[in-house]
């Protein structure tokens, strides 16, 4: 495939539905972890313009910044400290519509106003974390929990 995305006009939905295929097939056959999480990072940008699209992955008990889209972004996130840590330690997706009163936030980008975290789990082990934030409240719902936790389990480690 060439490395062109079609990027999507519609509702959300049928955003996400053109987006799926294009991102399993810029990564299908490709083994490389890095490789595969940058560009799905960047679809997700190109297609949405959010603030900033990434992952963190699991380092000796600490969340380690990974491949992202956007400004640059805090390195390091302890379990259950801010929105990606919460996540990671509930194992479970969060949507935070206005990141200012998420107890404990970690402010990577003062332009950040609302937020969705997808952990990326296999065999009930949390290995890291899908990141997205916007300028905009409440941008995020359960349409894109559901999508991204599609496009999460996607990612082959």
């Not at 062109?4 to 972890?33: C, S």
């Not at 956007?70 to 259950?80: D, L």
């Amino acid at each position: 495939m060439a490395e062109d995305l079609q990027i999507a006009r519609g509702t959300k939905e049928e955003m996400y539905e053109i987006l799926i295929p294009q991102i399993k097939a810029l990564i299908y056959g490709e083994p490389d972890l890095v490789a595969n999480l940058a560009n799905i990072a960047a679809a997700l940008k190109e297609q949405f313009g959010w603030l900033w699209v990434g992952f963190y992955l699991i380092k000796n008990e600490e969340l380690v910044l990974g491949p992202f889209q956007g400004p640059v972004a805090c390195t390091r996130i302890k379990k259950g400290r801010g929105v990606c840590g919460s996540s990671w330690q509930q194992a479970q997706s969060l949507i935070v519509p206005d990141v200012a009163k998420f107890p404990g936030h970690i402010a990577c980008s003062s332009l950040s106003v609302s937020e969705i975290v997808v952990p990326i789990i296999r065999n009930n082990e949390v290995l890291g974390v899908l990141d997205v934030d916007s300028e905009k409240e409440n941008l995020f719902d359960k349409t894109d929990q559901k999508y991204l936790e599609a496009i999460v389990q996607e990612i082959v480690f």
